[in-house]
């Protein structure tokens, strides 16, 4: 079964850039879909950007244009550059490989300060 370990998280100031690599355990190549989520205190996860096996993007609202979704299938690692990053981006990040099976990352944490 697949594992995804995630990295990449720390403490920025707004304006500032960080970016999160997922490592997956197995080859991500038939991987249908994967994506990046985040979950802020007291609030649900949500999507923040997916690729799918064809190579086909999609953003949330809120971070289109800031950031941006990436995958090295050599490297079985999907990466996610965040930039003009904003206090309101603060969250724990998870990493999600999807279909044939669904699988998590353990979440990295991910704080900007104002």
């Known amino acids: 079964q697949v594992q995804l370990v995630e990295s990449g998280g720390g403490l920025v100031q707004a304006g500032g850039s960080l970016r999160l690599s997922c490592t997956a355990s197995t080859s991500i190549f038939r991987i249908a879909r994967m994506g990046w989520y985040r979950q802020a205190p007291g609030k649900q996860r949500d999507m923040v950007a997916t690729i799918t096996i064809g190579g086909n993007t999609n953003y949330a609202d809120s971070v289109k244009g800031r950031f941006t979704i990436s995958r090295d299938t050599a490297k079985n690692t999907v990466y996610l550059q965040m930039s003009s990053l904003k206090p309101e981006d603060t969250a724990v990040y998870y990493c999600?490989?999807?279909?044939?099976?669904?699988?998590w990352g353990q979440g990295t944490e991910v704080t900007v300060s104002s």
């Open positions: 999600n490989a999807f279909g044939p099976v669904n699988r």
